[in-house]
């Protein structure tokens, strides 16, 4: 199988709107990334569990793409489980693979904070230049509960973007923030990409 928009994705400027790009991809966005053996959801999903071995908590997929982090986060007994993402096709076929409790739509760089919050949150893959910007972290972490955990990716494009990097760094000096772990690894192996999976926790206030 021959790439077909993992050769645009990390273009500079692939010349149309992200939402669109990801519309146009939906019908062979999974054959792809799966034929390119795309590790990163499954390595989020471990991370999770590692950290929150209670599946029965509330789980938010930031930028859930067409549920391929959800098939993951169920894989390991994850039932609970809200999808976001800008792209609407891509949200139908994760509506179809029937593992998510709700789906919405919406601009993860711009979405304002809700009044609900989540026990833990995945971005898989998504936050990365072209597509979720770094303030989107910042974004994730305000959905989360006290204590909550933030599993998110960022693959080797991110890491040598200076903005990410020091949104990255003022994320980590942030006394409120807790670093579980940071592992650096396999992103999509047949493009011989790898990325860092980070997991952050909300620290207590009482600590």
Same mark, same amino acid.
């Given at each position: ?13 692939f ?29 989020c ?14 789980v ?14 169920? +894989?390991? $007994?994850?039932?609970k489980?809200?999808?976001l =993402? /800008?792209?609407?096709e891509? %949200? !139908?076929?994760? #509506? ?11 601009d993860l ?18 936050? +990365?230049? $072209? ?6 972290? =910042? /974004?994730?972490l305000?959905? %989360? !509960?006290?204590? #909550? ?59």
């Open positions: 199988m021959a790439k077909t928009f993992l050769d645009k994705i990390y273009a500079p400027n010349g149309i709107p992200t939402s669109d790009l990801y519309n146009l991809w939906a019908p062979s966005y999974d054959d792809e990334l799966n034929f390119n053996q795309y590790v990163t959801p499954i390595r999903a471990k991370m999770l569990f590692k950290y929150c071995p209670d599946t029965n908590i509330n938010l997929d930031f930028g859930c793409g067409s549920g391929l982090s959800g098939e993951a986060l169920y +894989s390991f $007994g994850f039932q489980i809200d999808g =993402d /800008l792209s609407a891509m %949200l !139908k076929l994760a #509506g179809q693979k029937g593992i998510y409790t709700e789906l919405t739509k919406d760089n711009t979405l304002i904070e809700r009044g609900y919050k989540y026990d833990a949150i995945i971005a898989a893959g998504v936050i +990365s230049p $072209g597509h979720a910007q770094p303030t989107s972290i =910042d /974004l994730a305000s959905l %989360l !509960k006290q204590r #909550g955990i933030l599993v998110f990716s960022l693959n080797d494009h991110a890491l040598r973007n200076k903005s990410f990097i020091e949104q990255i760094e003022t994320i980590l000096a942030n006394e409120s923030i807790d670093i579980l772990e940071q592992e650096y690894g396999d992103h999509i192996i047949k493009l011989d990409l790898k990325a860092q999976v980070y997991a952050l926790r909300i620290a207590s206030f009482d600590r």
